[in-house]
Structures are given as structure tokens and as C-alpha cells.
């Protein structure tokens, strides 16, 4: 459901959406983008000799008069008899043209390349604070990256301690997520066109100079010249909504794993910021509200982003009920979007880091979390299978007993047939059991450094 | 995306929501829920003996006069840092009782408690006009089913006409998809019910209470009493969620057929309503402008109900994100298929219907649809097979040299040897052709008649 | 995608679907199916006198013989010049039968007709294992919920310890959402019905006889009699489909409670099953694998129910596509769900829960846990607000300083002065702050033994 | 579901599927991949000097002895007890090598590696047929575009004739979608990458060497490098799901044109391919299978991305169970999306084009279509508004006697006062009414010529 101002002014809206993205995605600012569309339309058809350059003047100083503050609920309720909220814009505007310039307004366009083009126009324009959230967010996760680089942590696998890994690689696993996404959505965004075909999309009532107005309109409105009118091709709306849902997935993963590691149980990492987090009924909490929040949102992305690909058949030349089914789908994923990609960036920022709880959750095992790295010392002599197999029954063994690896290995005569007490603590040496866990933090910030765009540097 | 008058007050909200049923879920009714679920707990605490009788009093008068005029804006931003919006709700309530009752505001609860339960009662208060819509349309299709019972047309499948059935075997069929739509909705929503089980379930600051409680808190709102507290046990909202699809998917199916019967080169169909469906760029357009937008519903839909489905999984004893991911889907498909429903039942109530056109149709495959008739006909003497592909035979060859299917057969030895041609005539009659079809429109307006209920029967 | 023998003998089959189940649902299954339909109908026409005895008995044995061993590979491909496979399976029977039977095999059906009855057909056999898994599995919850109704762990919310609960809470949890989806399946299990409505719906080809067949051949096949033909009204489908996935999610939860309670760092529950969850990598692991498995079937039974919805809408008397699009996504949500509810009948059946990790998790955050007891010791002296406050203020200092909340509370002025030691103590006593877990248990556990059916006793 | 041989050998899977695309789909060719990826393994390891050459020479030998036949059935049984199928596969690897090269056998792996560069390798190589379907199905459009640049048909919007077009701009919209399409999945095939990162993504087991050994894997097995391991980063995956549903979403869009464009009462197109589009119980239907088959693949593909996205966030280092979700919904996704391609191709390469009953269609409606043209005749005199509006008022007195447009028209003097004759019979000429159609052919031509490879030439 959209609403008049701005989905972060709606009841739930501040808790999915972000105040900036929004601002471009609100009921009034989708019907401003209409009367861009149609301003732009008549000065790119005078542009081309299709309508007169009075005619043209006229119709873009009416929108731009009207564009101060459209009368959304007058106008919905128009909407109704049409099926869509363009029939009554235009008439609107027509009515407040000039005689002269009347039969020039909306001249060859279709209600539905108002509507797509106007969609196109604000999601365009909602990517930019979007992309920027996304880029601060890219930041603050490399920050992470770089100064953790050499703190260790339980790295876990279906949910269990497996062995040893550094925060650093953590936080390069969330920021090469968001970089990945982030691409997927800049291209998404500059794949964006200005729809323009006319009734059944020959551009019938321009002669032959369809291609050149669609050309200059899409100049006039910073948006891409399609190669043919796309009203029932849809795959830049695909496009799209694939892309946004995978910045919400993205997103989702860092939240994800924020939520497993700030467990009461775990302690790992808290969500800063003061004042958040707590709860109604149980003085003592601070829940991770951020994390809760992107997690929600990554939950929803997939079902906004399933209905637009369910409804991306559209027949003929232009749909019944499936173009219909966009509108608010797109809307509200561009929001949730924007609202998760917001949240990251401030979850990141403030992120508490407690590097020492880290060190003793993985002390707490006893060195279990090192079998991989036995077992890599006794493979040589015993063969894999039966060190895997060893080491797995010690493993056991410690568990059962309570005591630490190395006991349960220094007491095996089996082991310390094939190693020293010397190579076993070696063995048992976490910083010395992290493989390429720091070059692969620098390969993640040297993707992400070069691929940071001077406009979003600026802004994070 | 929700808004704070209700969700047909915004730009695309009247195209699919419907003003009654979205009166009950805009971001003002669901405050005001929250309201009423703190008077009926105090209330119910106090019948129950934990709180005092004057506290509740006094709870329930402050929440009676905060009702009328919530500040959404205020109330949203502020639930940023809890998380929910219940928080900031319950520290304003307090603030606004006297001092000796607000130790007893919000009483053993926790936020989920309230709001899931203030979201039970909207969801419960809009299925009242919900319901009564679907119950018009299916007056509206069983009025139809009967009136048409005995006019023919052509019963196409996979795009093809296929055999002759009649136009009210086609509504009953309408009819008792919506019917059965409704019972589901019906029971899901008797299943709705009451949240309160304090932070953890166990409804600790109650002592032995709990119970107890929760009847009484049940029988003030008009809801259900859970067995136990389900704040992770989704069963509910999930029975609400797949009957509140299925009644869109049965709604989608009218308006799918309308769409395919309204089709230029069919026109058997039209939608009524002056001055609707007209083009902006098309003046003799007349397009069904219901049928398109219930369609965009039913596509809207499953993705909605997938959301929930997909969150429905809600981890130990309160979810991180699964639950929070469920608000805004659940309101926006009761809105979207309150629409749907109120749509279908106008859709169906002005419904035009060319009996004679249906008629013409038929006859233009010059007696093709009769082909079953035929080969049954035929079938006795050669054998189901061959029966089947004589008359496919001559099927074809009436196709390709564009004449009546009987003047092939009357011409065809193999045919005259197993038929006379007043036999032919017989098997090409549709009329004889109908089976039991006014037998099956008959029980589905049984069916339908023996579910209505009274109360809203005095609405439709 | 199907496979002959059984999805569970397929390479990932076996980790998600359950032979039991399976067997019903193997293409071969289908086929047979098929011809149990045909043969019913033979038998179900000649009993209304629509076709002749010995024709009737002939088909029946014909289908009898060919039960045995269809060709899937052979009737597969043959499938494809018709768009589905009962085309070639009625041509094979056909064939098969002596020809004096041949004009009433398959007399008056259409392939829909055949495929929706066979597919009622297996899913109806396959939902007798599915409810005995499901019955085991609540079975096993119920003998947990008892035997554990006493035994206090850490409720958590958000991802944080927020109060005490019991472990027979967590239980009875599981078993009231696993009690609840099993009656929306048996629900929508009893109604699976017969189709029977020839090309077009009217079956035409049975004069009058049609109701009377259809009541016949739902006797005969144990399946029940529709009101009338189903062809395009898919209710029964969503039905069966929501009820599968609200299955699905209701195993998921106790799986993912199983999963993050089997946290290294939580350690309350193990998985029993010896050999079981061995790492390839990491001698010392031992995955929850059951856990993990229904996991992901909770995963993706959403998306599966989604596209039923999606494909929901069956335009005209038969489908283009939408009805195609049911066939896979039905066996697989039937498959996969049957999967869930075995493992998780099995992994509730050897659960190993560790009480004593329990209580050593309760009292690793010192008494933080009890901050909502103590806030309700306080309220009434201090305000609701005020004693939440306080306490909340304490509990940040005992987590600061990293003392016993008891340590901070005996030694502020403002606590002291509302509340003696000894109150505190008695604040501080989980086993004194559990409110009605118990009788939510007991509640919990009597609505499951008053829906057990007999039938599914024998078997657990 | 998947099974041993191939999908396409299933009941419904030669409907759904393309032999030559799941003949890289199948079990068997899952499991063979597994031994390529543990054969490149050993190699690249053997190159970057962290096994020794005969111990990697060994074991590419081993893999391939064992390549020929696997036992899927008994590995399935096995692999329940791990969870995945690598384990089982590993051991059997393991026992097949001679003693000296065991220790070197999955060097490093865990099951994540192997499972994800296998899938990644079966989908690369299911890419290529998909890919040369898709092209073919692609030079088949523009043939059509081509050919039919000129003929005149009606554009239908929301279900009614709207103006008029041309096939060949109805066959162009097809090309640039499926092109569209067909860049997207190139662009993810190419991401496609190699999955190395040992039990947590550091590669502890091989020092420092991890990178080096990654882009040897990689190199050795044709895929893609990543920056780093993505075990829990899912991005690549995402991309592949979205770039199927978008080549699913471009054949329905085909498909469902076929359909519409073939009703009896259309009949514009037909599909050919002789003896297809049988029905079992009606002689004379040519049902339009290929389109309705792509159809059913176009309603299924978003919910299986969906399940992809829905199980999109992995958590900590190795997922519990939305990376098992992911297994079977890719396979299936790549199968039906290979299905929907080679389908598509098929059915446009064989389309019967009726361009008589094209403009036959287009005469029906009495000159109505045209509309538009008169309109835009009319607005310079009257005004835009009136000129819609008196057109609008002339096409519907023409609609409801039943005459011309033409006949109203010249006999309206508001008309007559604003055009002669002769400009409204030029007005109404439907082939001086084609705008820029003709040019967006050629674009659309253009594009798809500018992006065929050699190497995809050879095959269509």
C-alpha cells in the first residue's frame, strides 16, 4: 500500500523505510514525475518539429505550476473509472493548458507510458540515496574488514564452532556481498528507459519521427533510450526488482549474522547507538532492532520481487491486470530496499565489537576447534582417513571427559607416535591455522576500492 | 505500505482496496487497537483479580479518550528505537493515567502480545464487510447461474472452443469457487485469536492467573482463546493468509474469464458501469476495467502469502525479523482482497451478457463444437478410436475447405454407413448436448443457499 | 522434476522426501493411478447403466494387467505430441482391452479428468503415511513437553535470554503448531475429490447420468464427490497446498528451536542417532542434520505453495499452462513435506536435551533474567515505569561491572528501600517465576490427545 | 525432485525439459562433476606445489575410472547420515586411490566446495544448449519480425483491439525480450564461479597458497574465480535464478501470445508440427501444446527464484539448511527454464501466420480501430479533447448500429465540418497508420544481429 507524503510517514513506514529513499518513492512524488514526463514529452516533440514550441512552453510551465502539490486523494478517486491514475492527470492538466496547447498535451502517448515512465523516473531517482546507503554501508563494512583482519572468532558452520577464522574475513564476506548486489543495481538503474509507444506501441500519431522523440526524451529525463517500446517486455523491471531483492539479501546476511552473534549465549558483536533496543516488558535487554529490522525486510524482498516475476507476462500489447500488479510491488520494494540498505550502513557504523569475548568462546572448546589442523599434522603419517578418524575420537573423548584436545592428543600413544608435543601445540595454535584469511580480506577491499564511485564517496 | 487514514486514501489504494474494508485496517485502526486490547486487558485482569478494579477503570477511560485522534507520525518515528510500535503506544498511555493505575497499564504483557492481538481484531473487523462483499458476489454469480442456466456457448479449453455448455453452468462454476473461498475465510477468521503470554509465554507476573485471564481477555474482544500463548506459533496468521489467496484466486477466476469473454473477436461479455473503462488515447475503447484490476489482485496475492509463509517459521520463544516481516504484508492482502472481493461483486452485479453473441460464436465453427456429440455417435458401430478419428478427420477437412462440419459427414460413406443424417442432425443439436450441466447448476445453488448466512444476507 | 521409481531414490531425494511417503507418489504411482481411475470409472458407468457390464469388467481387468510395470520412459515421451500423459496411457489401454469393450474405455473423460483423480488419488494414499509421520512426530513433542514440563531454561527473544521459561513449554509449542497443521491437512486431505466432467464440464456424453456417476466413482475410489466439476475451480488444490506448507512450517519451527538450541555455544539439545552429522573437514563436529534438512524443506515449500496460487487462476472450462504448472510443484510439496515430517518424528524421537546446560545458560547472566521479576516486585511501590527503569539501570551496571544482578540490587538504596532481601531472593527464584507454563503445557497436551485418531495410535 | 538419468526421462519431465539440457542435469551428471572438481582440485594443488604430483595423478585417474557409472542410488542411501551427498562420494574416492595418495584426496574441501563448484559446473555446461536454444529461438523471432515487417494485424490492449501494428513488430517485442533475457544469463554463466574455501573459507590446510590454488581450480575447470570464497555469500546464485526466470518470463511472454492469437475465435497463428495438439476426448481440437507447456514453465520459474532468494541469506560461515534449500530448485530452475527455450524455438520456427484472418480480425470491427487516426485528424480543428470525445461518441453509435465507422462518421456534421471525405478515408487506412513500426523492427533486428556469437551461429 503507498501513501500520500512518504512511506517512513505511515505507521510501520519508519521501521522498513529510510526518510530519504522514500521522499522519491511517495504517492506525490510519483504524480510530480507524471507531470515531468508529460513537460518533457511536449519539449522533446517540439524538439522535433511533432508539436509547436508554444504549444510545448505552455504545457511545461502548467506542469510545473501544478507540480507544487497534487491533490493525491482527489485525484485517486478519478482514478477509478480509467483503471489507472494517468486518465485524470491528464485531463487535469489539459484543462489548465492554454486552448492552443490542448490538443499537444499527452499528444501520441499511452496512459501506460506516462505511468511506466514515471515509474522509471522515481525509481531512478530513489536509487540515489539508495546507492549511496549501499555505498556507506560497503565503507563501514572494509572498515570492519581492515581493522579486524587478524582477530580471530569461531568461524561456524550448521551452527556449530568448526574452526577458527578472523573477524576481518567476516565483515569481507558481508562487504563483498553488498559490492556484488550493488553492481547488480547500478546496472538495474542504468538500464532504466523512458517507455514511450503510444496506444499499441508504433508511435502511430508521430509519422515516422517516433524513434527521434523517444531519443530526446530520454535526454530530457536522464533515463535510457529503449530499443523498441517495452510496454509488455519487461525485463528491465526484472531486472530491477532481482536486483534490489539482492541488495535486501545482502543486506539480510549481515543482519543475519549480527542477530546469531549478539546471542546472550555468544556476545560477540552488539548494536550500538544508545537508547535502542530496548523492551517493553525486560529492563535488562537491548535487542540488535536494526538487525531485526533488515532481517524482516530480507524476508519480505523475495515475495515482492516473486510477484513481479510472476506478473512479467504481459500479453498483446499491452497487459490486463499484470502491469496493473507492478505498481505498488515495485514501490514498496524500492522502499524496503532503501530502508535495509539505510539501516545496514548505521548498523555497521556503530557496530560494538568485543574481540576479547570472541578469543574466549573459542577458548571454551578446549581446542576442539583446531581438529582440522591435527588432523592436517597427523594425514602425512597415518593417511587422512584414519587422522580424520582419530582425531574425530579424541575429539569425542575430550568432549565426554570435559578436558581440552590437547590432553586427550598428548595422552594417545597413537598421536604422539606421529608428532611431538611441540608440533601439537603448533597444531593447536589458532593465528597459525588462518590459511589466506588475510589475503582474501584484501582482495575484498581492493574490489571494493575499485569500485567506489567518486559522487558516493562524498556522502559516506 | 501503509498509511494513516486507510490504504484507499492513497494514490493506487482505490484501483485496489475498498473503502469499508480498508476503513478497518488503516495505521489509525490499528492504533486504536492497540488501545482497545489495553483497556480489555486491564479489564480482564481486573474481573480476574490482578489488577484493581479502579486502575482498569481508569486504564480503559484513558484509552477510550486517546481513541479518537492518534498522532501516526509521531507515534511511528518513535518506534524506531524499540523496534515496534507498541513501545512509545504503552509509555503515552501511562503517562496519560493517573498515578495509581499505571503500575498496572500493560500488565504482564508484551508488545507482541498487543500487537498481534490489536492485528487479530482489525484483521476480524475487516472480514465483516470482507465477507459480506464476497457473499454479494456470490448472490451476484448465483443470480446469474441461474437466470443462464439454458443459454449455450461454447466451452473452450486450452484457448480453443471445445464443446457446447451453457453461460450459467459457467457462473455456478464462479459461484462455488467464491463460496468455497468464503467458508475457509470464514473459519480462519473465527480462528483469530487473542495474544497474551507476556514476555516468554509463560504469563509470569500473573502467578497461576494466566488461564484465566486470557478467556476473559478473549471474551472482551470477540476473539478466540488460544490454547496456549502462539507468539511463534504462526498456524493462525498462516490458515488467514491461504484463505484470504484463495478467496482472490476465486475472485481472479470471474475476472480472468470476463477479461478472455470480453475480448474483441469473443464479446460475449461486458463489464457494465457508465463511463468506465474509457481510453486515454483510444475513444472507442471500453476496457473492463474491474475484471483487469481483480486480475492484478490474484497475481498480487500469492506472492503476499508467500511472504507470510516464508516468515512463518518464528525461532524460540520470540522471532528476530520473522515476525516484524508479517505486519504490513497481512494488512495489504486483507486490502487487496477486500478490494478484489467488493470488485468481483460489482463486476458481476452489471455484468453484460450476450446470449445472443454466444449463440453466433458457436455457430461460426460451422458444428465443430459438436464433435464429441459425433463421435459418440459413431462410436457404438466403429469403436471409440476409430470413431474418434474419422470424426477428426472430417473435423479437419470441414476446417480447411471452410464448410459446415455436417456437410462432410453427410457426404462421408464411412459416416452414412453407421448414421442417418436425422441422427447426424440429432448429435449436432447443442442444445442436446449439455449433459448434466443443469444439474450441477442446480447443486452448486444448493450449496451456496445452504451456507448464506443472515446477517449478511440483509447486506447484498 | 519426478522420477520413476521414487523421488526418494533420487540423489538428493533421500535427504528430503521419506520412503514411505515417496512410494505413493514415484511416477509409476501416477501411472497406476491412472488406470485405477479408468478402471473405477468403467465400473462406476456400468453400475449407473451407462456402460455395459462386460465391457466395464473387461477395462477393469485390462487395467488390472497393466498395473503391474508401466513403460515411464516409453508413455513419457509419447506424452509430449499431446501436452500431457494420459493421451497415450488411454491409447495404450485402449488397445489393450478386447474390442467390444474399446468404445467405453475412458467413456465420456477428459485427461483432466483422469490426471486431477489420479493425482487426488496418490496424494490421498500418501497422506496416510504423511499423518502417522506427523502423529509420531506430535507424539514425540507430547512426551517432551511432559517429561520436561518442569525443567527451566532461557526464554529468548530477539535473539537474547529474556526470562525463564521450561523446556516442556518450548515443547508444547512444537506440539500444538504440528497439532494444528496436521488438522488443516486431514481437512483438506478429506477433501480431495473425484473429477469427473467430461471436455467441457457438462459431461455430455452421460446424458443425465452424471451426478450419479460422479457420486459412483468417488465411492469407489474413496475420494469424495464434488458439487460439481473442478476442472477450473482450484480450491481443493490451495487447500491441500497451504495446509502442506502450514505443515512444513510447523516442523521447520522445531527444527530451527533444535538447530540454534544445538549452538556449540548453547549446547541444550543434541541430536541423537549414532554416526549420524559427521564433517567431512572436521573430525570433532556433529551436525544437526535432521534439523538441517527439515530446515530447508521449510525453505521451500513456500515457493512451491506460491506457485499453486500463482498458477490458481484456470481460465475458461479448462487451463492454458495454469493447470500443467500444478503437477510437478504438488508431488514435490507432498514429497518434501512428507520428508519434514519423518525427520522431524525422528529427531524429536532421540532428541538429547541437557537440563543441566539448561540451568547453567539461566545462570551465566546472573540473574539478569529475572530483571522483569524484580520490576514487578518494585512497580507497585515505585510506578510501573519507574521500578522498569531501575531495574533496567541495575541490570546495565551488573552487565558493566560484570556482578550478579543480586550483587546491585541489594546494594542500591532505592531497591532496598522498596523491597526487603529476602523479596529479592524471592524475585531472583526462577522456578517462583514460571506463571502458567505448566497449565499451558497440560492444556497443550490435552488437545492433542483429543484429536488422536486410532487409526494413527497403532503406528507410533 | 531430481533423478538418476535425467529429467527429461521422467513422467512429466520430457514436458517440461530438453534432452540435451538435462542431460547436464541429471544425478549421475551431478555426481560426475563431483569427481571433476576433486580431480581439478588435486591438479591445481599438485601445480601450486601443496600435493604431490603422483598423489594428484593418482587421483585424476581414480575420478576417471569411477566418471562412468555411478551408483546413485546406494550414495543417496549414504549420504542421509552427513547430510549432503560429498561425504559418501569422498569416502568412496578415498578407497579407490592407492595408499600413498589418500592423504590428498578432497585436500583441504569441505562438502561446500565440492557441492557448490559441481552444481556451478552442471550449470555452465547446461548453459550451452540452453543458451543455443535460446538463440535459435531468437533468430526464429526476427525471421518472423522480418518477414511479417509489414502485415497489418490488431493491437490488442487490455484484451480489446486498440489500433493497429504488425506481426512483425508483435514478433520483434518477442526477439528483444528473449535477447534481453539471453544477456542476462550469458552475464550470469559467466559469474559462475569456482567454490575453494575449506571448512570456514580460510583455507587454513594450505598455508598461503589458497589463491594461487583457487585460480588453477578455476582455470582447470573453466568457471570463474572469486574474490573470495563464497560459501555465505550467495550472489552468484541469485544472479543464475534471475536470469532463468527472465529467459522463462521471455518465453511466456512468447508463448502466451501463441496462445491468445490462436482462440478459435482469433486464429491468427497456429502451432505446426504435424499429429501435436491431439485431445483425448475431442476429434477436432488443435491444441496449441508448445505454447501452453512454456506457459506452465513461465507460471512455475518465480516461485522456484523465490525459494532461491527466500534462501538467500546464509548465515556464519556455512549455512543450516538454506544452503540444502537451494540444491534441487536450482536444478529444476535450469531444467524447465532449458525446456521453456528449446520449446520456444520450436514453436516459433514452425508458427503458422494466417495474415488474411489478420486482417479479417482487423474489419470486423467496422473501422473502430482507427479511431485514434481520426482522432488526431480531428484535434487540430476541435481541440484534443473534443476531437476524443466526438470520435468517442461517432465509435460507439457505429458500435451499436452495427455500421462502419466510416458510415458515422462522414455522416456527422461536426466531422464533416473538420475533414473531408477524402482525409477521413485517408485517416482510416490502417497502413498509413503504422507510425515508426517499421523502424523499431529494423532496431530490434539490429540488436539482435549486433549480438549473436560465432559460436552459437553454428547451431540454429
Chains 1, 2, 3, 4 share one sequence.
Do not use: Y
Not at 492527470?89 to 505511468?115: K, M, N, W, Y
Not at 522509471?120 to 555505498?135: D, E, H, I, T
Not at 611431538?420 to 577491499?445: H, K, M, N, P, Y
Amino acid at each position: 500500500m503507498r501513501r500520500s507524503s512518504s512511506p517512513s510517514e505511515s505507521l510501520f513506514g519508519p521501521l522498513f523505510g529510510d526518510p530519504a529513499v522514500d521522499a522519491e518513492l511517495s504517492d506525490a512524488a510519483v504524480l510530480r514525475a507524471m507531470l515531468d514526463v508529460e513537460a518533457a514529452l511536449a519539449r522533446a516533440q517540439a524538439a522535433c518539429g511533432v508539436v509547436p514550441a508554444p504549444a510545448a512552453e505552455a504545457i511545461a510551465a502548467a506542469c510545473a505550476a501544478r507540480d507544487a502539490d497534487p491533490d493525491v486523494r482527489s485525484l485517486a478517486g478519478r482514478s477509478q473509472a480509467a483503471g489507472n491514475p494517468v486518465v485524470p492527470r491528464v485531463r487535469d492538466l489539459t484543462a489548465a493548458v492554454p486552448e492552443h496547447a490542448r490538443p499537444f498535451v499527452h499528444h501520441g502517448a499511452t496512459s501506460q507510458d506516462v505511468l511506466d515512465t514515471a515509474l522509471a523516473l522515481v525509481a531512478r531517482r530513489s536509487l540515489g540515496p539508495l546507492l549511496r546507503a549501499l555505498a556507506g554501508a560497503g565503507d563501514a563494512a572494509a572498515d570492519l574488514a581492515d581493522r579486524h583482519r587478524a582477530d580471530v572468532l569461531a568461524g561456524r558452520t550448521l551452527g556449530q564452532q568448526a574452526a577458527v577464522t578472523t573477524f576481518g574475513m567476516v565483515a569481507a564476506g558481508w562487504l563483498h556481498g553488498l559490492d556484488a548486489a550493488q553492481e547488480a543495481l547500478r546496472a538495474a538503474g542504468d538500464g532504466l528507459a523512458v517507455s514511450f509507444g503510444g496506444p499499441v506501441g508504433t508511435l502511430a500519431a508521430l509519422g515516422g519521427a517516433g524513434p527521434a522523440v523517444v531519443d530526446r526524451l530520454a535526454a530530457e529525463l536522464g533515463l535510457a533510450a529503449p530499443v523498441l517500446p517495452w510496454h509488455t517486455d519487461r525485463q528491465r523491471v526484472l531486472a530491477l526488482a532481482a536486483a534490489l531483492a539482492r541488495v535486501a539479501v545482502a543486506a539480510g546476511k549481515v543482519a543475519g549474522d549480527v542477530v546469531l552473534l549478539a546471542q546472550s549465549e555468544v556476545g560477540e558483536v552488539a548494536e550500538g547507538g544508545d537508547g535502542r533496543g530496548g523492551s517493553s516488558a525486560l529492563p535488562h535487554k537491548r535487542n540488535p532492532v536494526d538487525a531485526v529490522l533488515v532481517t524482516a525486510a530480507a524476508r519480505r524482498a523475495p515475495g515482492l520481487a516473486a510477484t513481479l516475476f510472476a506478473a512479467g507476462v504481459h500479453e498483446h500489447q499491452r497487459a490486463t491486470g499484470a502491469w496493473h500488479a507492478e505498481w505498488e510491488p515495485l514501490l514498496d520494494l524500492l522502499s524496503l530496499t532503501g530502508g535495509a540498505a539505510c539501516r545496514t550502513g548505521a548498523l555497521l557504523g556503530r557496530l560494538r565489537v568485543d574481540t576479547g569475548r570472541m578469543r574466549r568462546n573459542l577458548a571454551a572448546t578446549g581446542g576442539l576447534l583446531m581438529a582440522e589442523s591435527v588432523a592436517a599434522l597427523l594425514a602425512p603419517s597415518l593417511g587422512r582417513t584414519a587422522a580424520h578418524d582419530l582425531v574425530a575420537e579424541c575429539a569425542a573423548d575430550a568432549a565426554r571427559r570435559g578436558v581440552p584436545l590437547r590432553t586427550v592428543l598428548t595422552g594417545d600413544p597413537r598421536v604422539t607416535a606421529a608428532a611431538t608435543a611441540e608440533q601439537i601445540d603448533t597444531a593447536l595454535d589458532e593465528t597459525r591455522w588462518l590459511g589466506s584469511a588475510q589475503q582474501f580480506v584484501t582482495a575484498a577491499l581492493r574490489w571494493h576500492a575499485a569500485r567506489r564511485r567518486p559522487a558516493e564517496e562524498g556522502t559516506t
